[in-house]
């Protein structure tokens, strides 16, 4: 018999302002007038939304979908990768003055 390791299903203490803790919804969508993400070069399916952790990018079609969006809760790369942009955005901006 193998053996099982009991996780804790969530972090105690932890509070969730959005909807759902997985999920990704319209209102976490996040508008361009921020002059740090304005300049961000995204496809037209995705959109950047954000939630207790921060900001990150998401694809539309897990917006309002009913299921967990693994941008936001499975791939803190994601999360990196839009730290990453809006520094080199940043930077650029910053040079172009």
């Known amino acids: 018999m193998a053996k099982q390791i ?5 972090a105690v203490g932890r509070i969730i302002t959005t ?3 997985f999920g990704s919804h319209s ?10 993400i304005k300049d961000l070069k995204l ?3 995705e959109v950047i939304c954000k939630d207790d952790a921060g900001y990150y990018i998401t694809k539309k079609e897990y917006i309002n979908s009913g299921l967990a969006d ?5 791939r803190p790369e994601s999360r990196k990768l839009f ?4 520094e080199s955005t940043n930077n650029e901006t910053a040079n172009t003055i």
């Open 6 to 10: 009991k996780m804790p299903k969530h």
């Open 70 to 74: 693994p941008n936001r809760y499975g």
């Open 19 to 21: 909807k759902s803790a």
């Open 27 to 36: 209102d976490m969508i996040v508008t361009c007038d921020d002059p740090r």
């Open 83 to 86: 730290q990453t942009l809006i």
């Open 43 to 45: 496809t037209e399916e």
